[in-house]
């Protein structure tokens, strides 16, 4: 089975940095995914680990350490509408996704 | 970027009736489609697994009679919900991705109420 755990809630401030924590473990690992989803909408596609590091993407990072079976989500320069739910999810062997239950992060003025 | 709509984005249904959703792959050939469910407050749950030309693949504890898949083409899978019931109220949001790519592309999701 898989299992993925990321805190549930988190809140910034405008400008600031917030770091988004997800450990797992899973049977198969093909890399992790970040995504991004705004309430009653799809999400949407942050950034892809499958080796160990760090990547850089604009305001966002994320880096995978698979020997820990972690990974972290960096927002830098956080900004109002970085307002949303950061799912972190695993993919098997088989392509399939585990998701995580999502890290609901609130950006304050 | 590779694009998968969804249809319809809302349904409100009436309990013990069918409903049907399409999910296309707009400018991609998909070899493999994906269905989840979201309750409100909850994190995306895996509900199958479509290969284009073969039966669909469920997850522990979905009914496959009751959701039915079906992988007509390359770039259509409709998921059917049949005698849907209040509980089945949910959002349904399916992805798409092909065989040398390792990103799954997500529609926009489709918000079923059952009355």
């Known amino acids: 089975g898989q299992n993925i755990d990321q805190p549930t809630e988190m809140t910034a401030t405008e400008g600031a940095i917030v770091q988004i924590n997800c450990t797992y473990q899973t049977s198969g690992f093909n890399g992790l995914f970040w995504y991004q989803q705004h309430a009653g909408e799809a999400p949407t596609f942050l950034s892809y680990?499958?080796?160990?590091g760090l990547e850089e993407k604009g305001r966002f990072s994320s880096f995978l350490s698979r020997s820990k079976g972690y990974s972290y989500l960096l927002l830098k320069e956080l900004q109002m509408k970085d307002s949303a739910s950061y799912l972190c999810a695993v993919s098997a062997n088989d392509y399939k996704l585990s998701f995580g239950a999502g890290t609901t992060v609130t950006v304050r003025a | 970027g590779a694009v998968v709509s969804q249809h319809p984005s809302r349904v409100i249904c009436k309990s013990g009736t069918s409903v049907k959703i399409e999910c296309r792959s707009l400018d991609f050939q998909a070899t493999t489609m994906f269905w989840y469910r979201q309750f409100p407050k909850q994190s995306l749950m895996l509900m199958a697994t479509?290969?284009?030309?073969?039966?669909?693949?469920?997850e522990q504890g979905v009914e496959k009679d009751k959701f039915l898949i079906n992988h007509a083409s390359l770039t259509l899978s409709t998921l059917t919900v049949t005698s849907a019931h209040p509980e089945d109220s949910s959002f349904y949001i399916c992805?798409?991705?092909?065989?040398?790519?390792?990103?799954?592309?997500f529609g926009p999701g489709t918000r079923l109420t059952v009355t």
């Open positions: 992805s798409a991705r092909w065989s040398r790519d390792y990103e799954q592309y």
């Open positions: 680990n499958v080796l160990d």
């Open positions: 479509s290969n284009e030309g073969s039966k669909a693949t469920y």
